[in-house]
Structures are given as structure tokens and as C-alpha cells.
């Protein structure tokens, strides 16, 4: 039989072990509140517990659903649907502020017909900064593009595509709004060693200039809405195509503004395409689209 002083020290060490217990509690209770805050400290403290680890990441994703509608499918100034519409749904996940994120989007054209043209395709994103807090500071972004054709069998039409943008957000000061000049560099080639389309590796450079501004008393109740415009001069280097003069081969202008609700964001867009390289596109374009896009 256990004597009484033997109870007496089991029952001080549950009271111990209840009090370290609760301690624990606490400790998880007050973690989680400030987990948006401070989530290395979350993390240290439980010791990159694996389920911990993956509701932390949980909470770091954004999702974003999208539909896109054109009167005209144009990608790097080539009528990619001969002048018929285009509807583009899409799904993008950001993974917090890693800078990682990926994208799903396919392409339907908004005609009978063209059902060999539409598309699935795959993308993954690093988003960066260097230089900040200097003139020449320069905003990165890496993309992988997968361009998936699957009403075509075997992929022997599928590319891919590997590129950056750079962006100079602080370059070119402005008296009113912002002014930012970009650059893109893209290499596209063929997914398959018998694809149908081996010879459409190349390069592409695009020079670009945003101008963000607000128009104030816009709207009846007083307030401002913003506006960008967005010109951009294209060198095709042989991106997509062997027949594809080595040129410069495009001038886009394009309008559009952003009108935001909640988690709903409306954009709709005025673009014209000036060609000056047949081998691309023999004629001038003009299409206007709407986008919206949802973010959880």
C-alpha cells in the first residue's frame, strides 16, 4: 500500500505537471494571437512542429480567381485567334511574402472552329527588389511559362518560356503621378524533341513605360480614381516562330483603371498595337477587354 507521505509527493507532482500543462496553454494561446505578427518567434517556439508549419502556411496564401474577356486573343503583338474574342479564366496563388507564386490559365476562343487553339497553360513567378532606398532601385520579376495545346495530342505543340521583367519605379521623377520604365527579356523553345514547332526558339526584348495617375472628383460622391497608361516597343529576336523576321516588330498604347469593391476588382482596358513587321502581324490591332478578379 502507498503510504501517506508517498501520496502526498504524486499528488504535488501532478499539480506540478497540470501547472506546466496550463503554462503550455497559455503560452499556445497568446503564440497563435500574434502568429500574423510575428510568426519566426511562432515557429521557434514550437520548434517547426509540422502541422503548426503547415497551418502557418495556410494562413500565408492568397488565391486569386479571375476571368479575363478580349475582343481579340493578341500575345507579344501576334493575332493569336485571326480577330476572334477570347475568354481567359485563371487561378493564381501567392505564397505571403516569399515572392513565389503560380498560376494556372487557359484560353477559349469565343468562336466555333478554333478548338485546336485552345490553350492550358502553366506559370511560376519570383517576385524581388534590389538596390531599394536609391534612384536605381529595381523591382525583379522571374516567370516560367508552360504552354500547354491540349487539343493536340502529345504536347508536340507545347513551349515554354523563361524570362524577366525589370522594373525603375523611381528612375524617371514626375511632378504629378509616377512614371516607370521597364525591360523584359524572354527565351521561348519547344517542350518536345519532336514537336511541330522546333524552330520557334528565340528571343524577345520589350521596352516599357508605365504612367500611373489619379483624377480626382472622378466619381459623383468626390472621390479620385486611378488611371495607367502603358506604351511598350517590342524586338522580336525569332520568339515563336522560324519565319518571324528578326525586327522590331510592334508598338503597343494601351489605357485601363482599376475599380475595386471588397475583395472584387474590376479592370477594364483599351489597348492598339501598332505592327511594323509583317512576318508578326501584317495589320494594326484594336481590342478592348474587362477583367475580374476575385482574392480570397
Not at 524577345?204 to 497608361?229: A, C, E, M
Request: aromatic share 14%.
Amino acid at each position: 500500500m502507498l503510504t501517506q507521505k508517498l501520496v502526498t509527493q504524486l499528488f504535488v507532482i501532478l499539480l506540478v505537471i497540470a501547472g506546466t500543462c496550463q503554462g503550455q496553454d497559455l503560452q499556445t494561446t497568446a503564440t497563435s494571437a500574434s502568429q500574423e505578427t510575428a510568426p519566426s518567434v511562432k515557429y521557434m517556439e514550437y520548434g517547426f512542429d509540422v502541422l503548426d508549419f503547415v497551418r502557418g502556411i495556410k494562413e500565408k496564401i492568397d488565391i486569386e480567381l479571375s476571368t479575363t474577356v478580349n475582343s481579340k486573343h493578341i500575345w507579344n503583338g501576334i493575332d493569336a485567334f485571326d480577330d476572334h474574342g477570347v475568354i481567359i479564366p485563371s487561378v493564381k496563388m501567392t505564397f505571403g511574402d516569399s515572392g513565389l507564386s503560380g498560376m494556372i490559365m487557359e484560353s477559349y476562343p469565343l468562336s466555333s472552329g478554333l478548338e485546336n487553339s485552345v490553350q492550358r497553360n502553366f506559370a511560376l513567378f519570383y517576385t524581388g527588389a534590389i538596390l531599394q532606398d536609391t534612384s536605381w532601385a529595381t523591382n525583379y520579376v522571374l516567370n516560367w511559362w508552360y504552354y500547354g495545346l491540349p487539343n493536340i495530342s502529345d504536347g508536340k505543340s507545347d513551349s515554354q518560356e523563361f524570362g524577366s521583367t525589370l522594373f525603375w519605379p523611381g528612375l524617371i521623377p514626375v511632378s504629378y503621378g509616377s512614371l516607370t520604365p521597364s525591360y523584359y527579356l524572354s527565351y521561348i523553345w519547344a517542350s518536345r524533341s519532336n514537336s511541330n514547332i522546333k524552330e520557334c526558339e528565340g528571343f524577345i526584348h520589350v521596352l516599357g513605360l508605365n504612367y500611373d495617375f489619379d483624377i480626382p472628383n472622378f466619381w459623383p460622391d468626390g472621390t479620385k480614381q486611378s488611371f495607367r497608361l502603358h506604351g511598350d516597343f517590342t524586338y522580336n529576336d525569332g520568339f515563336a516562330a522560324s519565319a518571324i523576321e528578326h525586327e522590331w516588330s510592334h508598338l503597343t498604347l494601351a489605357i485601363n483603371t482599376k475599380i475595386t469593391k471588397e475583395n472584387w476588382t474590376i479592370t477594364p482596358s483599351l489597348n492598339y498595337q501598332i505592327s511594323m513587321e509583317d512576318s508578326v502581324n501584317p495589320e494594326n490591332e484594336f481590342w478592348c477587354g474587362i477583367n475580374a478578379t476575385y482574392k480570397f
